[in-house]
């Protein structure tokens, strides 16, 4: 029998690209499969069509925002399979927050957490003594030249989610206006205030490009308050100086909760000529024993609880895990359905240009809640 290879696609940086490759040359030895990874940039694979991918690609790293699109448009496989009901179960239980059934919609499941982020709060160790706690706290460092805050598209919709669910007025995830137009217009306002403190770069900049220029040996970047975790830049050596993450700063009374839910979730592609193979890899690459061993020590950041609690794996990255667990817990999914990722650059580009132009805030958020009825 002829060996089996597939084809897999994920995003171009350590944490996206080095665990799945190091996981699947172990899956060969195990099973015989082999899996040949690629790689696009964040900004191409946030944004390109997963239709397309999936003509190619027999697994495919996704955003769960995608599951809506992806199910009507019929490329991907379900995961739910007869037979397996058990190890869902395992891995249903292991989700951190709201990972595995973001990835749920149409009453099917359409993708395994592979990776669990939201946005969280990183801080330089040796700039601050400890994290910022509040939303004034981090006004005072912008004010003396010590925050960045990527925003570039899709992050300042991010920010923006994140904002206003933690001050008690949660985004619209189905059809219908997106927020309250005067509770909008507060988290615009809050947005204006902090975007005229920090360097304007930060409209060009994503999570990664703050990072690079934040672990600089000399870098003044004491804190970025909303930011999706980057847990290679934790581990010591990974760049000139070490990055801890915390919970987020409260902008209101609530606790940590409201932060826009990220990660990454491995597909299935419906057009795969190996699906059962494909199936299998998917299974075992999210499951607690490979979450938290080999997918851990090769630079990923766990979508599985057993990794999040693990001593060893908090031990390698400065308590990352532990460090930000609440604000994962209480983290708020994105809508899902399908129209909603043009939605998400379209918003993102309104609030931009909103913000640099000094636009009033009452016009930027019915624009964003007529774009967002629009692609409902």
Same mark, same amino acid.
């Given at each position: 029998?002829?060996?089996?290879? %597939?084809?897999?696609?994920?995003?171009?940086?350590?944490?996206?690209?080095?665990?799945? $490759?190091?996981?699947?040359?172990?899956?060969?030895? &195990?099973?015989?499969?082999?899996?040949?990874?690629?790689?696009?940039?964040?900004?191409?694979?946030?944004?390109?069509?997963?239709?397309?991918?999936?003509?190619?690609?027999?697994?495919?790293?996704?955003?769960?925002?995608?599951?809506?699109?992806?199910?009507?448009?019929? !490329?991907?496989?379900?995961?739910?399979?007869?037979?397996?009901?058990?190890?869902?179960?395992?891995?249903?239980?292991?989700?951190?927050?709201?990972?595995?059934?973001?990835?749920?919609? +149409?009453? #099917?499941?359409?993708?395994? *957490?592979?990776?669990?982020?939201?946005? $969280?709060?990183?801080?330089? *160790?040796?700039?601050?003594?400890? *994290?910022?706690?509040?939303?004034?706290? $981090?006004?005072?460092?912008?004010?003396?030249?010590?925050?960045?805050?990527?925003? #570039?598209?899709?992050?300042?919709?991010?920010?923006?989610?994140?904002?206003?669910?933690? #001050?008690?007025?949660? !985004?619209?995830?189905?059809?219908?206006? %997106?927020?309250?137009?005067?509770?909008?217009?507060?988290?615009?306002?809050?947005?204006?205030?902090?975007?005229?403190?920090?360097?304007?770069? !930060?409209?060009?900049?994503?999570?990664?490009?703050?990072?690079?220029?934040?672990?600089?040996? +000399?870098?003044?970047?004491?804190?970025?308050?909303?930011?999706?975790?980057?847990?290679?830049?934790?581990?010591?050596?990974?760049?000139?100086?070490?990055?801890?993450?915390?919970?987020?700063? $409260?902008?209101?009374?609530?606790?940590?909760?409201?932060?826009?839910?990220?990660?990454?979730?491995?597909?299935?592609?419906?057009?795969?000529?190996?699906?059962?193979?494909?199936?299998?890899?998917?299974?075992?690459?999210?499951?607690?024993?490979?979450?938290?061993?080999?997918?851990?020590?090769?630079?990923?950041?766990?979508?599985?609880?057993?990794?999040?609690?693990?001593?060893?794996?908090?031990?390698?990255?400065?308590?990352?895990?532990?460090?930000?667990?609440?604000?994962?817990?209480?983290?708020?999914?994105? *809508?899902?359905?399908?129209?909603?990722?043009?939605? &998400?650059?379209?918003?993102?580009?309104?609030?931009?240009?909103?913000?640099?132009?000094?636009?009033?805030?009452?016009?930027?958020?019915?624009?964003?809640?007529?774009?967002?009825?629009?692609?409902?």
């Amino acid at each position: 029998m002829s060996k089996v290879t %597939l084809k897999g696609m994920t995003w171009n940086h350590p944490r996206g690209y080095d665990p799945m $490759v190091a996981c699947s040359r172990l899956f060969e030895e &195990q099973t015989g499969t082999a899996i040949h990874w690629e790689k696009r940039s964040l900004q191409d694979f946030e944004t390109y069509p997963v239709e397309e991918l999936a003509r190619i690609y027999d697994l495919i790293v996704i955003d769960h925002p995608h599951v809506g699109q992806i199910t009507g448009e019929k !490329c991907l496989l379900p995961l739910d399979v007869s037979g397996r009901e058990a190890e869902r179960e395992a891995l249903k239980k292991g989700s951190v927050g709201a990972s595995y059934p973001s990835y749920l919609w +149409d009453g #099917r499941q359409w993708g395994f *957490p592979i990776d669990a982020a939201t946005q $969280v709060q990183a801080y330089r *160790p040796d700039r601050i003594a400890k *994290p910022a706690a509040t939303w004034q706290e $981090v006004l005072d460092l912008a004010r003396k030249g010590q925050v960045l805050l990527p925003l #570039r598209p899709p992050h300042t919709l991010m920010t923006f989610y994140t904002l206003s669910a933690n #001050r008690g007025h949660p !985004c619209q995830t189905e059809a219908g206006q %997106l927020i309250d137009p005067a509770a909008g217009a507060e988290t615009v306002e809050m947005m204006r205030e902090i975007a005229d403190l920090i360097d304007p770069e !930060c409209f060009e900049m994503d999570p990664i490009a703050v990072f690079e220029r934040m672990a600089l040996a +000399d870098s003044p970047i004491a804190c970025v308050p909303l930011i999706y975790g980057y847990i290679n830049y934790s581990i010591e050596g990974f760049r000139e100086s070490l990055i801890k993450f915390a919970d987020i700063p $409260v902008a209101g009374n609530l606790g940590p909760i409201g932060s826009a839910l990220g990660g990454t979730g491995i597909a299935v592609s419906a057009f795969s000529s190996h699906p059962q193979q494909a199936l299998d890899f998917a299974y075992w690459i999210s499951g607690a024993d490979i979450q938290r061993s080999l997918y851990t020590s090769s630079g990923g950041q766990a979508g599985h609880a057993a990794a999040w609690e693990d001593d060893a794996a908090n031990a390698a990255t400065a308590d990352f895990y532990r460090g930000t667990r609440a604000t994962l817990e209480g983290a708020w999914v994105r *809508p899902r359905h399908d129209g909603y990722m043009a939605f &998400q650059q379209r918003g993102s580009d309104r609030l931009n240009e909103g913000l640099k132009g000094k636009q009033s805030a009452a016009v930027i958020v019915a624009d964003l809640n007529r774009l967002f009825a629009e692609s409902c």
